[in-house]
């Protein structure tokens, strides 16, 4: 079993940044892709950034500028950059990750900014 560990989520003022970052525990070796997803309240899960293990990384719509997604393979963990963070922006952010042909997801995260 894996486990997504997500960590650095909270309340910002806009124009903030924050940095989320993702563990991948358990079971975790072999792993294809891992990325981030947010869901805002009443509203559907979108793709934020995925990063895949040749190195490439995808952006959803939208996402390109203030979102820089990274990772360290050693430690199978990705992070999340957001920058000039806007009220729009919160929502729970999901970790994802893609093994084999099964798809892991964290607990989620939450992402607050104020205006």
């Known amino acids: 079993q894996v486990q997504l560990i997500e960590s650095g989520g909270g309340l910002v003022q806009a124009g903030g940044s924050l940095r989320l970052s993702c563990e991948a525990s358990?079971?975790?070796?072999?792993?294809?892709?891992m990325g981030w997803y947010r869901q805002a309240l009443g509203k559907r899960r979108e793709m934020v950034a995925r990063?895949?293990?040749?190195?490439?990384?995808l952006y959803g719509d939208s996402m390109k500028g203030r979102f820089t997604i990274s990772g360290d393979n050693a430690k199978n963990t990705v992070y999340l950059q957001v920058n000039s963070l806007k009220p729009e922006d919160t929502a729970v952010f999901y970790c994802?990750?893609?093994?084999?042909?099964?798809?892991?997801w964290g607990q989620g995260t939450q992402v607050t900014v104020s205006s």
């Open positions: 994802y990750a893609r093994i084999g042909d099964r798809d892991y």
């Open positions: 358990g079971s975790a070796a072999g792993i294809d892709a």
């Open positions: 990063l895949i293990k040749s190195g490439v990384r």
